[in-house]
């Protein structure tokens, strides 16, 4: 069993800055991709910013030049750094990983889920 911790969330003021931070709780495993989706009210889970096995970065144009994803290879973790967040970015944030077995196709887990909501 693999969980991934999710850390960081909460209120923010729209411009303001969040880090989120995710830790896969078993660190024998090798991880391959690493990342973010969302899922606001009312509509389906999307790509936040994720960082692929062969290290290319992705990221939704919606957060571009706002949010940076980084990756703690040593430790499991993966931070999503938040800047100029919008009352659009409000939505429950999930950790996403792969974990890389040889022979196996790459097995997905996934977070809990951690709230951020943007609102003055």
């Known amino acids: 069993q693999v969980d991934l911790v999710e850390s960081g969330g909460g209120s923010v003021q729209p411009g303001g800055s969040l880090r989120l931070s995710c830790v896969v709780s078993?660190?024998?495993?090798?991880?391959?991709?690493m990342g973010w989706y969302r899922q606001a009210p009312g509509r389906g889970r999307e790509l936040v910013a994720i960082q692929a096995a062969g290290g290319a970065f992705n990221y939704a144009d919606s957060v571009k030049g706002r949010f940076t994803l980084s990756r703690d290879y040593a430790a499991n973790m993966v931070y999503l750094q938040m800047n100029s967040l919008k009352p659009e970015d409000t939505a429950v944030y999930y950790c996403?990983?792969?974990?890389?077995?040889?022979?196996?196709?790459?097995?997905?887990?996934w977070g809990q889920g951690i709230q951020v909501t943007v609102s003055s």
């Open positions: 996403y990983a792969t974990r890389i077995r040889l022979g196996r196709q790459p097995e997905p887990y």
């Open positions: 078993e660190s024998r495993f090798s991880i391959g991709s």
